[in-house]
């Protein structure tokens, strides 16, 4: 059992099951304007049950008032001198202010007057670099969220930052989220300041990509670690501007920040999901079974009009097929590639640069969600790559063992180019799977049985395993708005498309 703490001074029962923990008491407007209460212990000869110590303290600010008339630090001290070796989760939530709030609980924070504390989140403003000196060796979750720009001059320095959870020896998860600090290190700092965190598992940056570089050049994390980057962008103009400042990032200079990058075996590149998540643009690289991750959003807004939405996101994906290899450097280690989305823009030359970076990818999925031609991708699997090792020349992907091709439009052109691609990678030691699901207006028309059946025997006669599977337009569009949870009334299918 956990006994929980709100800023009203409520104590509330709670069960723990889980880490996490959910107050029982919250409060409402009318709530907020009471002086934070402490029941006083009942007299000695009254037989009352002992409750369980305070473990969970939570301030939701409602009021800048709270910041300025004791409230706020009234509770601050009540919980820090009556549950100070208990403590081990503390929440500040702060409203939208120009009223710099860190002198007020910054003495309860700054001292070792919490030693058990696991567990700190202030949210609503980050605190200021004159106030804030985080000391907690036993702090293991730290999340800051929520900087206003009208504060910036009293902001903590980059150095300052990475000097504050330097401290934090235990820290396991670390969120930094709209937090604009200074971007570039004081004068008389030669070299961006280092901290190790050999036991964090989690890092999640929020909000601002120009941070990115800035804060990797400090860290010294380790491979297993999952890295979480959003880009959050507000404006349809800002998207651009996020690509560029990430591709500002010199991974290659920063290998031994992130580690991670440079060992990733599996990646997935999306703009389409079924989730309803939001992201524009999702990078995924892990490092399988070995643990750790690095996972790249970028966000769009719901602004956008429809169709530009689209272009917008075939755009992002172009960018991500071009850079992918930038990003994860490690070419020996990748294995297998993932596509999710509309690949229209994604031409040839960029096919082939991909499967050149990665020369030992063994598993190629692409789902191409309707994209009208999927001949570019099948034809830059043909090119010959004699980069690798000198005097010998083979195809692009050679030790490939899958490849897995959906929602693409069915053309004669598609299947002449399979059939001829494959025949040029046919090695009669290498076994290769092949799954092939597209889509035609009139499938029995467009794509008759018997041509099909030709077409498998032949690959099968070059040593592919082919399932070869086609859908109409009608139906695929149909079960993929059921899926994205889009009622459907009438789809109708265009014959000349």
Sequence with gaps: MQMVLD???????????????????QNTPAQSTRKPYFAPPPPATQ????????????????????????RMTTFLDNAVNAHSHTLEKLELVLPHTNIDPSPVYTHALCTNRIPALCSLRIWGFFPASATMSLS??????????NFYRSLEDTLMSLEEFVGAISTCVELEELEVQRYHPALTVSEETLQSPIVTLPKLR????????????????????LPTVDVHLV???HDPEYPRDGLEAFETFDLERHKECLPILDEVTEVT?????????????????????????FLYDIRTTGSIELMEDVMHRCRLLEWAIQRLSKIFPGKECMRRFKGIGDFRDVKEPSWVALFQAYPLLEHLEVEGWGVNDASGL????????????????????SKLKSISISGVLYTPELMSAARDTL????????????????????DAAAYPSDARDDDIEFLRKQGVDAAIRVESLLDHLTRVALQCGVPVESVECDNES
């Design 47 to 70: 037989h009352t049950t002992l409750t369980p110590p305070i473990t969970n303290a939570r301030y939701p600010c409602h009021s800048p008032d709270d910041l300025v008339n004791g």
């Design 269 to 293: 590149v999306a703009t389409m999901n079924t989730n309803q998540e939001d992201y524009g643009l999702r990078i995924a690289g892990s490092r399988g079974e070995e643990g750790g991750s």
């Design 136 to 145: 907690f060796r036993h702090l293991r979750h730290l999340s800051l969220r």
């Design 202 to 221: 989690k890092l999640t940056v929020a909000d601002v990509p120009e941070f990115f570089p800035r804060l990797f050049s400090c860290l010294r994390v």
């Design 7 to 25: 800023a009203c001074g409520f104590v509330g029962k709670h069960t723990q099951r889980k880490r996490s923990i959910t107050l029982l008491t």
């Design 378 to 397: 099948i034809f830059a699997l043909r090119w010959l790559d004699n980069a690798r090792e000198p005097g010998i020349v083979d195809v692009v992907c």
């Design 231 to 233: 880009a959050l962008f």
């Design 423 to 442: 025949m040029r990678r046919a090695k009669p030691s290498t076994q290769l799977a092949l799954q092939l699901h597209m889509l035609a207006c009139d």
